[in-house]
């Protein structure tokens, strides 16, 4: 065992990615106790943490409901305690740790312990993320308000001394209490600039506002809610006392408040949190956020990937596909599996196959009981009860069975979509024949995207989707925002279709030329490139010729539903109902410039 002043270590997990696993098996390592505490993940294998049985000084505490970080602490704290622990590091699931690390942070404890015993609480690095807690370029332990939990080690003794954490805060402000209630009952905080790691905060991201670049974090609403109301309760508690402190953090609580509602997505939406927040501080009320408040507003994000799996008898082909899934230089966080009343055991085979290739958890999502026989409709409803479970994921990409995914088609997609400027992108695909041979052609020449696509403006693409499709579903991911856009998907329509057609309405899309997927064409192929080119709007609708009805409804569902997504006035010309028949309908095919 490593030698160590650091005896224990508590992860506080929830929807963990799968590369917590090795975070934990190093740490076991270095430390004499583990304990991960798992706050009631919903969509985890129930063989996700077998991997740790390997590690004999690994404790795993699934909890049966989600109650908040400051319980999970707790948990972690309380056993860690019960078991003599005198210095225990806290780490969040996502937070980057190796030996180096521990080094350090065991170098930060012995010098406080030389130099101040019986009067530090808790020591963190001092660079998190390339931010300084100081300004100062002056390097070595510096006394400071708060520190964030994740890598911070506490002492035992200042925690027996001022007590744990506060679960009525849940999930923000958690650190800032526990910090501020040290320094009160004598005990120092410290952040050590010597020492830094990688942690991300939201989703992260910066903007240009007059010359300056300024960060927004894209917390979710119900984040938005606990920052709100916690914040003015650490303003309470510690503002008068920790003056400097309060005036900076107010400034900055200010700043982000300002940012969310006026620049990030979901506007509406977390304005109403942020009232939602004043209220319950000024009403006293603490604890998990009320459930009325929770439907109003949309839940936690995870800032992971989710693949959208549908399958229907692809026994076939299924094992490549699974195979370049979990292949993927970023492995995936979870795949949501839609079988749509397989007869060859597909669902059974995806589920075996992630259980030992990769420790993926699936997650196996009911397929809707849609009475029609509109195969557009049912495929678009299999996706969409996929893509509507998965959407507690930032991006989702989808996937078809029986095609081949390039190595790093996750990767690179979820950089095309991390600035946040979009939330569709959509890639290229090199055409395979059954056997998996290269047949020579790609998916643009099928569905080509015109040359000035890259210079047209948002009403110009709107009206080049209209005429051809140009996004395959295959080649696809998705900002998970996107979802509340797009759904339900109206009647008739593929998934992929009306994906793009509500990206290029919200000016949100985006176009990449690389191939990111091999795209399988078979004689069993149910849709996709056999038989669906070179047609324009009307030919397709033209082919549902005996169902003048549901012609119709496509014309209202571009000009009505689509329209009153549409961001700007020249987007919302475009899906007038005239240029929708001018574009959509129009009977003759204009070529790619």
């Known amino acids: 065992m490593h030698t160590s002043l650091i005896d224990a270590v508590v992860f506080a997990c929830y ?200 960060s927004v974090t894209h917390h979710s609403p119900l984040r938005r809610y606990y920052i709100t109301r916690n914040r003015l309760v650490m303003f309470r508690r510690y503002g008068r006392r920790e003056r400097r402190w309060f005036l900076v953090t107010l400034r900055r609580l200010v700043i982000a408040t300002i940012l969310a509602l006026t620049i990030e997505d979901a506007r509406g939406a977390k304005f109403r949190a942020v009232v939602a927040g004043i209220r319950d501080f000024l009403l006293g009320h603490s604890g998990p956020a009320p459930s009325p408040l929770r439907s109003s507003i949309d839940a936690e994000v995870v800032d992971g990937i989710a693949v959208v799996l549908v399958t229907h008898n692809g026994m076939r082909f299924l094992e490549q596909q699974l195979a370049s899934i979990a292949g993927q230089s970023t492995t995936p966080d979870a795949i949501y599996l839609v079988d749509d009343r397989s007869s060859d055991g597909s669902s059974e085979f995806v589920v075996d196959y992630f259980a030992t290739h990769g420790r993926i958890p699936v997650v196996v999502v009911r397929a809707p009981e849609i009475r029609t026989s509109d195969l557009y409709t049912r495929i678009a409803a299999n996706f969409e009860a996929g893509l509507r479970a998965a959407s507690k994921y930032r991006y989702i990409a989808l996937s078809d069975q029986d095609d081949v995914w390039e190595a790093d088609r996750l990767a690179m997609q979820r950089d095309r979509l991390s600035s946040g400027r979009v939330l569709l992108t959509v890639g290229d695909g090199m055409l395979i024949d059954q056997d998996g041979v290269p047949t020579g052609t790609r998916l643009r020449d099928r569905f080509p995207v015109p040359a000035a696509w890259n210079e047209a403006t948002s009403a110009e693409r709107m009206r080049l989707l209209l005429r051809h499709p140009m996004a395959t579903g295959a080649a696809m991911m998705i900002d998970s925002h996107l979802v509340q856009y797009a759904t ?49 709007g009307w030919e397709h609708l033209a082919d549902g010729g005996s169902r003048p009805l549901l012609a119709a409804r496509k014309i209202g569902h571009l000009s009505g539903r689509l329209r009153d997504v549409a961001d700007g006035e020249q987007i919302r010309a475009e899906l007038s109902v005239h240029r929708v028949l001018r574009s959509y309908l129009g009977n003759r095919r204009r070529e790619a410039a």
């Open 15 to 214: 929807e963990p990615p799968t590369e917590l696993l090795d975070r934990v098996a190093t740490v076991a390592r270095l430390v004499d106790r583990v304990y991960v505490v798992d706050d009631g993940s919903r969509t985890l294998d129930p063989s996700f943490y077998r991997y740790l049985d390997a590690c004999p000084n690994v404790t795993v505490m699934m909890k049966p409901e989600n109650r908040g970080i400051a319980h999970s602490l707790n948990l972690g704290f309380s056993a860690a305690l019960a078991a003599g622990a005198r210095f225990v590091m806290t780490l969040d699931q996502d937070t980057v740790v190796d030996e180096a690390l521990f080094d350090a942070m065991n170098s930060a404890v012995d010098e406080l312990e030389r130099t101040r015993p019986h009067a530090w609480g808790a020591v963190g690095p001092g660079v998190v993320s390339g931010m300084r807690y100081h300004r100062d370029s002056s390097e070595g332990l510096r006394p400071t308000p708060e520190i964030i939990q994740s890598a911070a080690v506490f002492n035992s003794e200042g925690l027996r001394s001022a007590g744990l954490t506060d679960e009525s805060l849940v999930i923000d402000a958690v650190d800032t209490d526990l910090c501020l209630r040290l320094r009160v009952h004598g005990y120092q905080v410290f952040a050590d600039d010597r020492v830094q790691i990688a942690h991300p905060i939201g989703s992260g991201g910066s903007v240009r506002i007059l010359g300056r670049r300024v």
């Open 488 to 536: 339900p998907v109206p009647a008739g329509w593929l998934h992929d279709r009306w994906l793009s057609l509500v990206g290029a309405a919200i000016d949100s899309i985006d176009v990449d030329d690389r191939v990111v997927v091999r795209y399988r064409i078979s004689p069993s192929q149910v849709v996709g490139t056999r038989g669906q080119v070179d047609k324009s």
